[in-house]
């Protein structure tokens, strides 16, 4: 189906030295299964901001929501007019071991932010998308809230889906961008929720989520009681892995997640414990497609919502305000850019 909207042209903002920059692009014509969305809100990941300073090719941006302003021939699930989000996890194979079991993400021939699809982003007004790899939006959940889930939220919701049981303690070190949303995920999920910060003022908050029990990170290896059966990671730094693996912390066969940074470096544990109290290391890259659209309906029915900051979106001064403001950490805890 061709679209009233093919060579409108658009700006794409992306890295140029490390700094960001703009392009201009223009709408091509869809394939049958594209779909063409109008961008709304957008999320700003510190995801963007590490990929604008590594010099990558990507356009930026992979939290978006939008209304469907055209779509593809084929297109069966989503009609124009319907709003729409995504934005990291953007196709793959279909036909692969990891495809045929629900685990699209990990497809070696996948389509994700930073990989390839390097012209399609959404800081920009218009995103392509492959229907199946944008999810429609929940009427309950405005698009304001929508937006950060397409990243953190799907992240943070594979990775308790994947190792949580009911009746679990779930520790999660750090109340962040990830944190903030992994307490609200594991209260709603059932856990006893145990959060450790380093700010004392943010107990009001944790608790508020859903936290069950909290500790400074500086006191949370003595005053904590009973060990957690799985420990998130969701903080700017990784603990004191000597005294995190300890089954008196970290209850024997626990998992340990790291969701957050720092992601490039060492990740180094000792081997003692780690064979003699049969601990794991789970990793979750966002959430494959099913999962995706589970984490949205699951969010809308127990609503759970990122506490975020809105900016109007004026151009390149906002991108790179936003940024500044997360390399400064003044964003609590999820930026979203209004269109």
């Avoid at 903002?13 to 014509?29: E, F, L």
């Avoid at 544990?269 to 290391?281: C, D, E, K, Q, T």
């Amino acid at each position: 189906m061709a679209t009233t909207l093919v060579g409108t042209e658009y700006t794409i903002y992306r890295s140029d030295g490390g700094v960001v920059s703009t392009t201009k692009a223009k709408i091509p014509a869809l394939r049958p299964t594209d779909v063409l969305i109008r961008v709304t809100h957008s999320g700003v990941c510190h995801t963007d901001s590490v990929f604008c300073g590594l010099k990558s090719a990507a356009a930026l941006g992979h939290e978006g929501v939008g209304i469907v302003e055209e779509i593809g021939s084929a297109v069966k699930h989503l009609k124009v007019g319907d709003r729409a989000g995504g934005g990291f996890h953007r196709g793959a194979c279909g036909d692969c071991k990891y495809c045929l079991s629900g685990r699209d993400i990990w497809c070696r021939d996948r389509i994700i932010f930073g990989e390839s699809d390097f012209e399609n982003g959404t800081f920009s007004e218009y995103f392509i998308a492959q229907e199946g790899y944008v999810h429609k939006i929940p009427d309950a959940m405005s698009s304001v809230d929508a937006a950060p889930l397409q990243c953190a939220g799907a992240t943070v919701y594979a990775a308790l889906k994947e190792t949580v049981s009911l009746g679990q303690r779930v520790g999660i070190l750090g109340i962040g961008g990830l944190g903030h949303l992994a307490i609200q995920y594991a209260s709603k999920m059932g856990a006893a929720t145990v959060v450790y910060s380093t700010t004392a003022d943010k107990e009001a908050e944790a608790r508020f989520w859903g936290a069950s029990e909290f500790y400074l990170v500086n006191e949370m290896f003595d005053k904590q009681q009973e060990p957690v059966d799985v420990l998130i990671i969701a903080g700017t730094k990784y603990p004191d892995w000597d005294k995190a693996l300890n089954d008196q912390f970290l209850a024997r066969d626990g998992v340990i997640v790291p969701l957050s940074a720092p992601v490039n470096g060492p990740l180094s544990f000792s081997a003692y414990p780690m064979l003699f109290y049969g601990y794991h290391v789970h990793h979750t890259l966002v959430a494959s497609r099913n999962t995706h659209r589970q984490m949205l309906d699951f969010s809308a029915r127990h609503g759970i919502k990122p506490l975020t900051q809105v900016f109007k979106h004026s151009g390149l001064a906002t991108v790179e305000e936003i940024f500044e403001k997360l390399e400064a950490n003044q964003v609590r805890y999820r930026a979203v850019m209004e269109y």
